[in-house]
């Protein structure tokens, strides 16, 4: 009867055992139980849970290159805009070499012994040429010479910088060259005037310009220069008005550099913006000795080296400046996406390596702690038939035990 009460004890001992392990779902749940794998499961699971807090961080860096990504596509598509635009200010009218005319023609008078025949007439064009130079196009042998003294003049004054730095030029009948009849292009495809043989002075503005008074800040020739220049008559003035169709142009183009700096300065995520210079910093496992810096650009208009346009663009050189410098910063916004694609790759590709580690780690941990359930409960369900047998065992022992009493 003692037998049967121990064999009972000991068999709800085991059932508690299992019971606890079909509860919990492990069967080591305390050192107790098995010290060595109790521990290395604890270091294996601690450090799962140390990549797991990393692995977040590693969300949010990649959610900030995101951002610095969609900025540079956007500001790309923004220099683009600002870049046609150039273009479409390109194809207005433009008044080509110089940024205001000034040109005096009142009272020319018409030399008494010409050198050259009414019949035979010059055609002058006054421009720049490899540099500020003043040539003669289309100028007949016989008025070659007469020319020569007077353009030589003029373009020594132009050489040595003392007709510069001004924003209109003058020009003169040229008393040297004894001209019947003069004809001269002031501005290629801007302005035009003619010397008849008669001496009247007539002067044409093409399309998209016209012709006004004189206002201040504006360049007149006086007789020194004149005369310097080999150039001879009395002095009125003439001067071509800003192309307005440029000037609203290059406002279009300002408003484009604001709205990038504005992107710029709005593509930062939890209060890191890789377009404004911050450096990201993302770890990659837990001791900190693995990781990357994403180094920040500046993105804005000044970064991009985009420069507003020069005198609301008034002359070609001045549009193409600005057409260079939106297609070398296109260039640098390709490299920027280019390296920030990279790095979301590099930190993507650790993200999927520290999800596989962490399963790792906990897989080994579980295979170390956690039970079999179907063992388990067959356990259970054998210690159960087991306890059953133990207390009909108990109880027959007792029966015969009180048997025995009775014989007395």
């Given at each position: 009867?003692?037998?049967?009460?121990?064999?009972?004890?000991?068999?709800?001992?085991?059932?508690?055992?299992?019971?606890?392990?079909?509860?919990?779902?492990?069967?080591?749940?305390?050192?107790?139980?098995?010290?060595?794998?109790?521990?290395?499961?604890?270091?294996?699971?601690?450090?799962?849970?140390?990549?797991?807090?990393?692995?977040?961080?590693?969300?949010?860096?990649?959610?900030?290159?995101?951002?610095?990504?969609?900025?540079?596509?956007?500001?790309?598509?923004?220099?683009?805009?600002?870049?046609?635009?150039?273009?479409?200010?390109?194809?207005?009218?433009?008044?080509?070499?110089?940024?205001?005319?000034?040109?005096?023609?009142?009272?020319?008078?018409?030399?008494?012994?010409?050198?050259?025949?009414?019949?035979?007439?010059?055609?002058?064009?006054?421009?720049?040429?490899?540099?500020?130079?003043?040539?003669?196009?289309?100028?007949?042998?016989?008025?070659?010479?007469?020319?020569?003294?007077?353009?030589?003049?003029?373009?020594?004054?132009?050489?040595?910088?003392?007709?510069?730095?001004?924003?209109?030029?003058?020009?003169?009948?040229?008393?040297?060259?004894?001209?019947?009849?003069?004809?001269?292009?002031?501005?290629?495809?801007?302005?035009?005037?003619?010397?008849?043989?008669?001496?009247?002075?007539?002067?044409?503005?093409?399309?998209?310009?016209?012709?006004?008074?004189?206002?201040?800040?504006?360049?007149?020739?006086?007789?020194?220069?004149?005369?310097?220049?080999?150039?001879?008559?009395?002095?009125?003035?003439?001067?071509?008005?800003?192309?307005?169709?440029?000037?609203?142009?290059?406002?279009?183009?300002?408003?484009?550099?604001?709205?990038?700096?504005?992107?710029?300065?709005?593509?930062?995520?939890?209060?890191?913006?890789?377009?404004?210079m911050n450096t990201l910093t993302v770890i990659f496992n837990e001791d900190r000795s693995s990781q990357i810096e994403v180094k920040g650009?500046?993105?804005?208009?000044?970064?991009?080296?985009?420069?507003?346009?020069?005198?609301?663009?008034?002359?070609?050189?001045?549009?193409?400046?600005?057409?260079?410098?939106?297609?070398?910063?296109?260039?640098?916004?390709?490299?920027?996406?280019?390296?920030?694609?990279?790095?979301?790759?590099?930190?993507?590709?650790?993200?999927?390596?520290?999800?596989?580690?962490?399963?790792?780690?906990?897989?080994?941990?579980?295979?170390?702690?956690l039970a079999d359930m179907n063992e388990e409960s067959a356990n259970m369900l054998a210690l159960q038939t087991r306890q059953q047998l133990?207390?009909?065992?108990?109880?027959?022992?007792?029966?015969?035990?009180?048997?025995?009493?009775?014989?007395?």
């Amino acid at each position: 009867m003692r037998t049967n009460l121990l064999s009972l004890q000991n068999t709800q001992s085991l059932m508690d055992t299992t019971q606890e392990r079909l509860s919990t779902g492990l069967k080591v749940n305390s050192a107790i139980d098995n010290a060595s794998s109790y521990y290395t499961a604890q270091s294996l699971n601690n450090r799962a849970s140390d990549l797991s807090a990393l692995l977040d961080s590693m969300g949010q860096g990649i959610q900030t290159i995101q951002a610095a990504n969609e900025g540079i596509e956007a500001i790309t598509e923004f220099v683009e805009q600002a870049k046609a635009i150039a273009n479409s200010a390109r194809d207005a009218a433009s008044k080509t070499d110089v940024k205001t005319l000034n040109a005096k023609f009142s009272d020319l008078k018409t030399p008494q012994t010409p050198k050259t025949s009414a019949a035979t007439a010059l055609t002058l064009e006054i421009k720049k040429v490899n540099g500020d130079k003043v040539e003669a196009l289309g100028s007949s042998d016989e008025h070659d010479k007469a020319v020569t003294v007077a353009l030589a003049k003029l373009n020594a004054k132009l050489a040595t910088g003392e007709l510069g730095d001004k924003d209109a030029s003058t020009f003169k009948a040229a008393a040297d060259a004894a001209m019947k009849e003069f004809t001269g292009t002031v501005l290629e495809d801007v302005m035009e005037f003619s010397i008849s043989a008669d001496g009247k002075v007539s002067l044409t503005a093409k399309a998209g310009y016209q012709i006004a008074a004189k206002g201040a800040g504006e360049f007149a020739g006086q007789g020194d220069k004149a005369a310097d220049t080999g150039l001879a008559g009395d002095t009125a003035t003439s001067t071509v008005n800003v192309n307005t169709d440029r000037q609203k142009y290059a406002e279009q183009f300002n408003e484009i550099m604001r709205q990038i700096d504005k992107l710029a300065k709005d593509s930062g995520y939890k209060g890191i913006n890789l377009l404004q210079m911050n450096t990201l910093t993302v770890i990659f496992n837990e001791d900190r000795s693995s990781q990357i810096e994403v180094k920040g650009v500046d993105a804005s208009s000044t970064g991009l080296k985009i420069s507003n346009p020069v005198d609301s663009w008034q002359t070609d050189e001045d549009i193409n400046k600005s057409i260079t410098e939106a297609e070398n910063a296109i260039s640098e916004l390709r490299i920027m996406a280019s390296d920030y694609g990279n790095y979301y790759s590099i930190v993507q590709n650790r993200q999927d390596f520290t999800k596989n580690l962490i399963n790792v780690l906990t897989e080994g941990a579980d295979n170390l702690t956690l039970a079999d359930m179907n063992e388990e409960s067959a356990n259970m369900l054998a210690l159960q038939t087991r306890q059953q047998l133990a207390i009909n065992s108990l109880s027959l022992a007792s029966q015969a035990a009180q048997g025995v009493l009775q014989l007395f």
